[in-house]
């Protein structure tokens, strides 16, 4: 692509003379003039005032924050899937509120236009019978849901919130490339991104008349408040699961916007009432926000294999007893070849073309729009009709090569000679470009924009602002992040100051949500009683394997006495192999992050950050040699970073039902662990040291001291450890503690009579209580380890399935 350097009205900035514009393209920062467009002009004065390593200093801490916040994409290779940084452009696009006002005239008639026609498509089908509409385009379309049908009451709207993919096109004017209805996404993305940005330009951003986004969200809130009414019922996030692409945004959202977070598993549906599972029993949904593929939803209507859908969802809707943000099979709209129809429907329904027209689209089901296709192969792209995948994002899509091919490949001439209804032709792409830092310098790459709209009473509200998406080169196809593409924010300034919004200052009659303890997903509760449990697990096997090489460190035999008891009653008979019985501890933490990372929106990006990097080191671990004298060193660094993160995260998060399932979890490992040790440990035959051992993994060497002056003997081990109600890692004091968080769990006290779990942890504190040191035999350690895991399943066959 050829490119020139123009004049930039006398600016001396060394990023501004060193840009290069494409000819035949337009750019969003340098005007048809060759200078920098007004509202690109303070931006570039703040820029060309930094330093190289200013500049590079102050995108590190953009980045920094989207890595804390756990901000990441997800690279999809052949049958795995890995997390990737997020690429953010640290060059905001920027457009002027004029422009912006434009645009959402256009998108605004669309909007209005797109809710006439899945209305018809869904109720009365005049387009179809009248031939606006080829009746191929519905009846052979997947995404038209004939269960659907009738379903939406005439009263009430469709659509509620959209967004649209837009570009710039040579001309200058602004092209829809696809409208996005199923579910809109990057909505969340959108506010990481800008607050990103807002830590790499802090004090510039708070002068420069930006517009903030946060207004939009309450925007977003304030509709979902409305289209619930005024039923009990939740207000959920549908997601597929922590393995979709977008499930850090829709934890993120569902925080944002405080929302309950369920996927597939946690619905069920009985009498056609839509309830969640939570650890209080069924309760109603009255609202779902669906980011679940629409065929994906209910497998007793729809896709029968679907794994992440609830059965009988469909049939909540018919009954009026469940509402969608947006209507189920809108995404109908999506469909390519929609948009070769498009046009003409807007002339004759609304009496006026479109404001902003659409990519030139020829549906090949027809001879003279196929011949024209056809005929103009060099300016085409040719696809799937019923895709709902835009053209220059589908790798399927073909594009005439003219250094290649003289016209189409014969496989695709015989498709559009013999299944042209299945085809559509679109005008191949040129988009604008933006400026993107690379190299110490600045670059232009295409993009395009992504606009986000949700209705509100007095009609649609288009968010001041949006996220780009950037080709890693030139190429207008490369912008998918899994194509090496980057994203942007995207800034709309006004000439005068603008005003300052955030959810944090909610309007006067912004709606309030009160704080439901029953609206914790039993999926959710068992995720953290499992975090809980696995961190505690591999702190306890982090100590005993630190406490073993201690003991080699200082010159003891692998075949001495104490060590030979270790393997056999505590590592299970494990050999002298380090990498071997790090696995005991390795397992859990892997197991705790695959649980913390299915409840994003419960678990706090600080957690998870220091979860990921507990992990990270492990995984680091493995690619060293490890000395054995480092062995020591880098053990206690683990350690103190799981203590660390459970001190992080148990106790600074809300003293809620998830609080409480995480705490139940750590405490009934961190007693039957104690138990095995002192099963073990305290018996008659245990090889010298044993009690000392105990103390050591018991981290309770100095209490031991300061409690009692004798030498450590079987009956100050046993109360230490065993019926201490004051030490934090004594069996007692866990069981104790368990016993105040069943008490706040529903349905356990309160009743006449008491809940199973309550009426086991009372048992099993009372028997803690009235032992003595001499009771605690091999006999009563089995029962209490025994009750302990009793006591676990009773939690989880109550509160958990």
Not at 613 to 621: A, E, F, G
Request: proline share 5%; charged share 20%; aromatic share 8%.
């Amino acid at each position: 692509m050829a490119s020139t350097q123009t004049n930039r009205g006398g600016a001396s900035n060394d990023l501004l003379a060193n840009y290069a514009t494409h000819r035949g393209v337009r750019d969003e920062m340098i005007g048809a003039d060759g200078a920098v467009k007004p509202a690109w002009r303070d931006l570039m004065k703040h820029l060309g005032e930094l330093s190289t390593e200013g500049l590079a200093h102050r995108f590190a801490r953009g980045d920094q924050y989207l890595s804390e916040a756990g901000v990441f994409y997800r690279q999809y290779d052949d049958t795995v899937s890995s997390e990737r940084e997020w690429p953010l452009s640290h060059i905001p696009v920027v457009l002027g509120e004029s422009e912006w006002a434009e645009i959402g005239a256009g998108l605004v008639q669309r909007a209005d236009l797109l809710e006439y026609v899945v209305r018809d498509f869904y109720g009365a089908n005049d387009l179809v019978r009248s031939g606006q509409i080829p009746a191929a385009l519905l009846g052979q379309n997947p995404a038209w849901l004939r269960p659907m049908m009738g379903v939406q009451p005439k009263s009430e709207p469709f659509l509620n919130f959209l967004s649209f993919e837009i570009g710039r096109g040579p001309d200058g004017r602004w092209w829809v490339i696809s409208d996005i209805v199923e579910s809109p996404t990057t909505t969340g993305f959108a506010i990481e991104n800008r607050v990103a940005l807002s830590r790499v330009f802090p004090n510039f951003f708070s002068n420069a008349h930006v517009h903030r986004i946060a207004g939009f969200f309450q925007a977003i809130q304030q509709r979902l408040f409305d289209l619930r009414g005024k039923g009990a019922g939740q207000i959920a996030m549908l997601s597929p699961g922590p393995m979709n692409q977008n499930y850090a945004e829709h934890a993120y959202l569902a925080r944002y916007l405080g929302l309950l977070l369920v996927e597939g598993e946690d619905l069920i549906v009985t009498d056609g009432q839509a309830m969640v599972r939570t650890v209080s029993g069924p309760k109603p949904i009255s609202l779902l926000w669906n980011r679940v593929p629409s065929a994906m939803i209910d497998p007793l209507e729809l896709e029968a294999a679907s794994l992440i859908g609830t059965p009988g969802l469909l049939d909540a809707l018919r009954r009026r007893n469940l509402r969608m943000l947006n209507a189920e099979g809108a995404g109908v709209l999506e469909t390519r070849a929609l948009m070769a129809f498009l046009p003409k429907i807007a002339r004759k329904h609304l009496g006026q073309p479109l404001i902003m027209p659409n990519i030139a689209t020829w549906w090949c089901g027809h001879a003279a729009e196929r011949d024209h296709v056809i005929r103009h192969c060099e300016q085409m792209m040719v696809g799937s009709a019923f895709s709902t995948v835009p053209l220059m994002a589908d790798p399927g899509t073909f594009v005439f090569d003219a250094d290649k091919l003289g016209s189409f490949p014969d496989h695709v001439m015989s498709l559009l000679q013999t299944s042209g209804r299945e085809l559509v032709g679109q005008e191949t792409v040129t988009l604008s470009t933006t400026p993107v830092y690379e190299n110490e310098q600045l670059v232009a790459r295409p993009m395009c924009l992504r606009v986000f709209l949700v209705r509100t009473a007095d009609g649609w509200q288009m968010m001041p602002g949006g996220y780009a998406r950037v080709s890693g080169g030139d190429d207008p196809k490369a912008l998918a992040m899994q194509r090496g593409g980057k994203v942007a924010d995207v800034w709309i300034v006004s000439d005068t100051p603008v005003p300052q919004t955030s959810l944090l200052t909610p309007k006067a009659d912004a709606p309030t949500r009160a704080f439901s303890e029953g609206a914790l997903p039993s999926r959710s509760a068992d995720n953290l009683f499992w975090v809980g449990r696995n961190v505690e697990r591999a702190e306890f096997n982090v100590r005993l394997f630190r406490a073993y090489f201690a003991r080699v460190s200082d010159g003891v035999s692998p075949g001495a006495p104490i060590l030979r008891y270790i393997r056999k009653h505590l590592l299970f008979g494990v050999t002298h192999d380090a990498a071997t019985m790090a696995e005991r501890f390795e397992t859990p933490l892997y197991g705790a992050l695959q649980a913390a990372t299915k409840i994003g929106d419960r678990f706090s990006p600080d957690g998870m950050k220091a979860l990921k990097d507990i992990v990270q080191n492990v995984d680091r671990l493995h690619g060293i040699k490890v000395e054995p004298d480092d062995i020591l060193t880098e053990s206690s660094l683990l350690l103190r970073k799981i203590t660390g993160f459970s001190g992080l995260v148990h106790e600074n998060m809300y003293r809620s039902h998830g609080w409480r399932f995480l705490s139940l979890g750590i405490s009934l490992e961190r007693a039957a662990g104690m138990v095995r040790v002192l099963r073990q440990l305290g018996r008659a035959d245990a090889p010298e040291g044993a009690l000392n051992l105990a103390l050591e993994l018991g981290d309770s060497i100095v209490s031991h001291r300061a409690r009692f002056s004798v030498v450590a003997d079987i009956g100050s081990v046993f109360h230490m450890l065993a019926l201490d109600a004051n030490n934090p890692r004594s069996v007692r004091f866990h069981v104790t503690r368990a016993n105040q968080q069943i008490k706040e769990l529903p349905g356990q006290t309160g009743g006449a009579v008491l809940g199973d779990v309550a009426r086991r942890i009372l048992l099993l504190e009372t028997q803690l209580a009235t032992v003595t040191t001499d009771g605690l035999t091999t006999e009563l350690f089995d029962r209490i380890e025994r009750e302990l895991w009793a006591l676990s399943d009773a939690l989880t066959e109550t509160f958990l399935v």
